[in-house]
């Protein structure tokens, strides 16, 4: 099912396919966003967190979403406000700060008997050379990921699973383990991004994610 994901994904990324159909096959999984300016907004990454080296002053987010693809997925609900997560870290010369927002998603996006975390943010003080990754693995540890090398778990959420396919109970998108809260659905009420990029962020994650593995390796 993993790998299903990942060629669904990758075919959006290089036929530029539109949205999915009503019936499309949804799936859970953390998704990957770049602060998209001054107004707070976020735009879905077009180049994977493992690839990413986002400059002093990035801030990156991540959003564990249901979606089939990227218009569905659910943005970040907390400002990309890199002042708000990292105006008291005071820079250090030959390092880079980057913000980073990780929004563990809704009670209806949860796999069964999980619930959510609350919202975290954080500053994370990496080498200049550092990738979105490992910016995220300095804050957010433990990370996991499966044997195709998906980023399947932040923090240690969820617990298990990954890139799962979501069988619809009657709800729609997120009808997995409860129901959103009025504040959920007000927080999601924007959406995702333009359709066209399906696959754009959520294919790069895994392979962004697939190379940052293999370097791994190859260090260890």
Same mark, same amino acid.
């Given at each position: 099912?993993?790998?299903?994901?990942?060629?669904?994904?990758?075919?959006?990324?290089?036929?530029?396919?539109?949205?999915?159909?009503?019936?499309?096959?949804?799936?859970?999984?953390?998704?990957?966003?770049?602060?998209?300016?001054?107004?707070?907004?976020?735009?879905?990454?077009?180049?994977?967190?493992?690839?990413?080296?986002?400059?002093?002053?990035?801030?990156?987010?991540?959003?564990?979403?249901?979606?089939?693809?990227?218009?569905?997925?659910?943005?970040?609900?907390?400002?990309?406000?890199?002042?708000?997560?990292?105006?008291?870290?005071?820079?250090k010369d030959g390092r880079k700060?980057?913000?980073?927002?990780? +929004?563990? =998603?809704?009670? &209806?996006?949860?796999? #069964? @008997?999980e619930r959510p975390p609350k919202?975290?943010? !954080?500053? /994370?003080?990496?080498?200049?050379?550092?990738?979105?990754?490992?910016?995220?693995?300095?804050?957010?540890?433990?990370?996991?990921?499966?044997?195709?090398?998906?980023?399947?778990?932040?923090?240690?959420?969820?617990?298990?699973?990954?890139?799962?396919?979501?069988?619809?109970?009657?709800?729609?998108?997120?009808?997995?383990?409860?129901?959103?809260?009025?504040?959920?659905?007000?927080?999601?009420? +924007?959406? =995702?991004?333009? &359709?066209?990029?399906? #696959? @754009?962020?959520?294919?790069v994650l895994v392979l962004g !994610?697939? /190379?940052?593995?293999?370097?791994?390796?190859?260090?260890?």
């Open positions: 099912m993993r790998r299903a994901l990942q060629a669904v994904l990758l075919a959006g990324t290089l036929t530029g396919l539109a949205a999915a159909p009503a019936q499309a096959q949804e799936y859970r999984y953390w998704s990957f966003w770049n602060g998209g300016g001054k107004d707070g907004s976020w735009a879905y990454a077009t180049e994977g967190p493992a690839t990413l080296r986002p400059a002093d002053g990035a801030i990156e987010g991540f959003r564990f979403t249901v979606s089939a693809d990227s218009a569905a997925a659910g943005k970040p609900r907390t400002a990309a406000d890199f002042d708000a997560v990292c105006g008291t870290t005071p820079a700060r980057i913000g980073i927002v990780i +929004d563990f =998603g809704t009670a &209806a996006d949860a796999p #069964g @008997g919202a975290r943010t !954080a500053c /994370a003080q990496v080498p200049a050379d550092a990738s979105a990754g490992e910016a995220l693995a300095a804050v957010a540890r433990p990370l996991r990921y499966d044997s195709d090398a998906l980023l399947c778990g932040i923090a240690g959420y969820p617990k298990s699973g990954c890139a799962d396919q979501v069988k619809d109970a009657g709800g729609g998108a997120g009808s997995g383990a409860g129901k959103a809260t009025e504040a959920d659905r007000a927080h999601d009420a +924007d959406g =995702g991004p333009s &359709a066209g990029l399906l #696959g @754009g962020g959520a294919a !994610a697939a /190379a940052g593995w293999q370097a791994r390796r190859r260090r260890g």
